[in-house]
Nanobody, 126 residues
């Protein structure tokens, strides 16, 4: 059974930082590209960033570029999202997702992901 479990969300003041983690089980983690998405109340889910199977390639949405960093530890079956300089508009439920892909591929579209976590709430106060 495949599971993706996010953690690390919470309440933070604007300008602060949080690090989200997503632990995977039931999959050969290194065979999956990983992504982070978010959904704010009343809005559609949006792409945040993606990382390739080895971690050698990353890609970010313009809204978070330069502030967020995705990394992964394949030995720990975990992907991370380091979020710095947080803004109130970053408030959302954050989801990680896994896509079975070839080496070096980045996946930016939600429907192409095979598995999703349950999400973790991030709230940034002004």
């Amino acid at each position: 059974q495949v599971q993706l479990v996010e953690s690390g969300g919470g309440l933070v003041q604007a300008g602060g930082s949080l690090r989200l983690s997503c632990a995977a089980s039931g999959v050969t983690f290194s065979s999956y590209a990983m992504g982070w998405f978010r959904q704010a109340p009343g809005k559609e889910r949006e792409f945040v960033g993606a990382i390739s199977r080895s971690g050698g390639r990353t890609y970010y949405a313009d809204a978070v570029k330069g502030r967020f960093t995705i990394s992964r530890d394949n030995a720990k079956n975990t992907v991370y999202l380091q979020m710095n300089s947080l803004k109130p508009e970053d408030t959302a439920v954050y989801y990680c997702a896994a896509a079975l892909t070839s080496t070096g591929v980045l996946v930016t579209r939600g429907p192409l992901y095979d598995y999703w976590g349950q999400g973790t709430q991030v709230t940034v106060s002004s």
